[in-house]
């Protein structure tokens, strides 16, 4: 009893534990001799190359069932929103101010201007084809490279005045400024009855001015051309509007116009203040979200 009891020195205790790691009697490392070694490892690599092969097997299960060009889930909204560029969301909603006079008001505008219609740049739109038809841009088959769809180009040039190649400023300088109406993707969106959506401006209040609104609509009449729809996945059409110096001391609103069949209206207002000829001006654009209606309709939202 009394050897059973007595407590092992530590050098001992490491004698015991250098002889587990490696007992050179035996031949066995850790326990084990060196074939059951190579036959456990065998196992666990077997056994985790079958556990990947299972795991890559669903996953490419699964994107075999995924179409690369249209969501399994999409919005119940069927038409599209309106967005507006430069965009200043955040904090300041979209409320859009500058002093024309002090060009660090509008340089920041103007530099997402900029950087917005790099993607429209020739280089960018080289992959693109040029369309000329006015009719929907159906595609049936993949014929693009990379098993893709083509897409019509749409350059920057085309935006003429508001380009941002004559004048890098895009009219902020000079108190007329470019504004890029851009209508958001929805997949197989049609416009009804083939009739191009455009874009219109008018005043918020038409009876405190009866002056025309004066609004410059690149492409020509504010059009989104039919012959980039459907949206197979490249990038969008944009309008652009400027406006002239001279009644930007009015608000103004924009509508989407086309043929339609419901309406649902989500407002988004932009106001816009500037000391123009030491005179304080105010524009005011409302984009609204639409459904179609059965005949040809304009909306108004009020703020």
């Not at 006079?101 to 900029?114: A, E, K, P």
């Not at 040039?157 to 004559?166: A, E, I, K, P, R």
């Not at 020509?220 to 729809?229: I, K």
């Not at 609204?288 to 009020?302: G, M």
Request: charged share 20%; aromatic share 14%.
């Amino acid at each position: 009893m009394a050897a059973l009891q007595e407590k092992k020195s530590c050098s001992q205790r490491m004698e015991e534990f250098q002889r587990y790691c490696w007992n050179p009697d035996t031949g066995q490392m850790l326990g084990r001799t060196l074939s059951r070694w190579v036959w456990i490892s065998l196992y666990y690599v077997a056994f985790y190359v079958v556990m990947t092969g299972i795991f890559a097997l669903c996953i490419y299960t699964l994107m075999c069932t995924l179409d690369p060009y249209t969501p399994d889930y999409q919005d119940q909204l069927k038409s599209p929103g309106v967005t507006l560029r430069p965009d200043v969301y955040g904090e300041k909603g979209l409320d859009i101010s500058y002093n024309v006079s002090d060009n660090r008001t509008w340089v920041d505008l103007v530099n997402i201007l900029h950087n917005f219609l790099e993607g429209y740049s020739p280089t960018s739109q080289e992959d693109n084809i040029n369309c000329t038809s006015e009719k929907y841009f159906f595609q049936d088959v993949f014929g693009a490279p990379n098993h893709t769809k083509f897409s019509c180009k749409f350059m920057a040039d085309m935006l003429q005045n508001c380009s941002g190649l004559t004048d890098p400023n895009f009219g902020f300088a000079e108190g007329k400024p470019c504004f890029i109406i851009k209508m958001n993707r929805i997949v197989n969106f049609l416009p009804s009855n083939s009739t191009a959506p455009r874009a219109d401006c008018t005043f918020l209040d038409q009876h405190k001015d009866d002056r025309p609104l004066q609004v410059e609509y690149y492409p020509p009449n504010g059009t989104f051309s039919l012959r980039y729809f459907p949206y197979y996945g490249k990038k969008a059409q944009v309008g652009l509007s400027h406006f002239s110096q001279q009644q930007l001391q009015n608000h103004l609103k924009v509508s989407m116009i086309g043929k339609r069949k419901a309406i649902n209206v989500l407002p988004m207002q932009v106001k816009q203040r500037c000391p123009l000829a030491r005179s304080d001006c105010v524009a005011l654009w409302v984009f609204p979200y639409l459904k179609t209606h059965s005949s040809p309709v304009k909306h108004k939202c009020q703020t």
